[in-house]
């Protein structure tokens, strides 16, 4: 491990589509795991419903099917234990539209207790307004937007990735390798909370960071070329990179080929990894340091006996929506199994504190107070040989709470992602 930190020293997660809904049945089927675990006695387990809302996406098309992968894996673990957990699954726009029609349809036809809901932070408490008395709504996204509201002003739960505070937590590690960062985002990826959660960090840190470079922004349009000249201009000692889908491959392609590779230490958003090495055959390369709250290459047992058992299950590795699925999936689990038969929301959110497992991705545990999980966040090194993409672990960083007010107000302030790009300050 301290080999990695020296080496790197010396270079020094939607389009909008078509309105509608889809409904389909969850079935679970999986290795049980004890009940006692979960919570629940051996005398009373009546069924249970529990509905899952998926975003329509193009862009990450997959993450809805991961999830319900991971959630599928979980829930069925509980079912083996003689109670089963019916959860039903409604597909909606990435920008919302339907929500309240969805929610009031899942509402009166299942009567679920619990609604799952891979939407970002302004979505959520609209669900969780929407849901008010009848379901506990629990979010399950990327964390990619920071919560505008403590638990003590709304009615539901966070269970996220912590993208945002993984940036946060990367921005801060890299002022330690230099003083100067410059950051580089697709118009997409903008106006998520990462970029300006990466600036704070690296603020913090002790370093400074000028103005955003925008790839594709629709007022003033910039190839990758452009951009990458841009930021050597800012004579940075890091880069942070926000590209997404078919523009990943492309830039770290250009960025290999380019001067600033040499000498210029570059992190990531880890999704842009991922789809680095499915839009383009990439060349060797040292790569790119990225920090998240999983990663594949986590050496627990819950991690490996995870990945092994989906890959059976699914052909494939598990990614970190699986993993949020598994997560989430026995976080309700548990809530069910600690609450009484037609629990109230405050009953189903008291039961879901405390709450503290061993994830694949370590220890997490939710937050009372803030009524959102704690997560482990980890720094890794992403490098490609001829055999794919290779993952070492470099170090845990610890990051902020998710309603941390120095980010709430750095997000409403005029050096926030959203404006950069948006309205050219």
């Not at 509402?107 to 609604?115: D, G, V």
């Not at 638990?151 to 590690?173: D, E, N, V």
């Not at 598994?326 to 069910?336: E, I, K, N, R, S």
Request: glycine share 8%; aromatic share 8%.
């Amino acid at each position: 491990m301290n080999d990695a930190k020296q080496a790197i020293n010396r270079r020094n997660f939607f389009g909008l589509l078509g309105t509608g809904v889809s409904y389909g049945s969850l079935l679970a089927a999986a290795p049980a795991m004890a009940s006692e675990e979960l919570g629940w006695s051996r005398r009373d387990r009546p069924s249970a419903a529990v509905g899952v809302i998926v975003p329509r996406s193009h862009l990450y098309s997959g993450m809805g099917a991961s999830f319900q992968a991971g959630l599928e894996m979980a829930l069925g673990a509980f079912s083996l234990q003689g109670r089963e957990i019916a959860a039903e699954v409604a597909m909606i726009d990435v920008g919302g539209a339907g929500l309240q029609r969805v929610l009031t349809q899942m509402l009166s036809t299942h009567r679920p207790s619990i609604i799952l809901g891979m939407l970002d932070a302004r979505l959520a408490e609209q669900a969780a307004s929407i849901c008010a008395s009848d379901a506990l709504f629990i979010d399950c996204s990327a964390g990619a937007i920071v919560a505008l509201a403590s638990r003590a002003q709304t009615r539901h739960l966070r269970c996220t990735l912590g993208q945002w505070q993984s940036a946060f937590a990367l921005g801060r590690w890299a002022a330690g390798q230099g003083k100067r960062a410059a950051i580089l985002s697709t118009f997409y990826d903008a106006g998520y909370d990462g970029l300006y959660a990466f600036r704070l960090g690296f603020e913090e840190g002790g370093g400074e960071v000028p103005q955003a470079v925008i790839i594709d922004a629709p007022h003033k349009p910039l190839g990758i070329a452009a951009a990458l000249t841009a930021v050597a201009r800012q004579a940075p000692d890091v880069v942070y990179a926000a590209i997404h889908d078919h523009q990943a491959g492309p830039f770290m392609a250009a960025w290999s080929a380019s001067p600033s590779a040499a000498d210029v230490l570059l992190v990531a958003n880890p999704f842009m990894v991922e789809h680095a090495c499915q839009h383009a055959q990439l060349t060797p390369a040292e790569g790119v340091l990225v920090c998240s709250s999983y990663d594949p290459a986590l050496a627990v047992p819950e991690n490996q006996d995870f990945r092994r058992r989906f890959q059976e299950r699914h052909q494939r590795m598990p990614d970190a929506y699986a993993v949020l699925g598994h997560d989430a999936g026995t976080l309700v689990a548990t809530a069910l199994g600690r609450a009484p038969a037609g629990a109230s929301v405050q009953e189903l959110m008291a039961a879901c504190t405390p709450f503290a497992i061993d994830s694949p991705r370590g220890r997490i545990a939710m937050d009372a107070e803030v009524g959102s999980l704690r997560m482990p966040h980890y720094l890794s090194l992403c490098s490609w040989s001829h055999a794919g993409l290779e993952r070492r672990i470099i170090d845990r960083v610890e990051s902020i709470d998710e309603t941390d007010p120095r980010m709430i107000a750095l997000r409403d302030g005029l050096r926030s992602g959203w404006v950069n790009p948006y309205m050219s300050v």
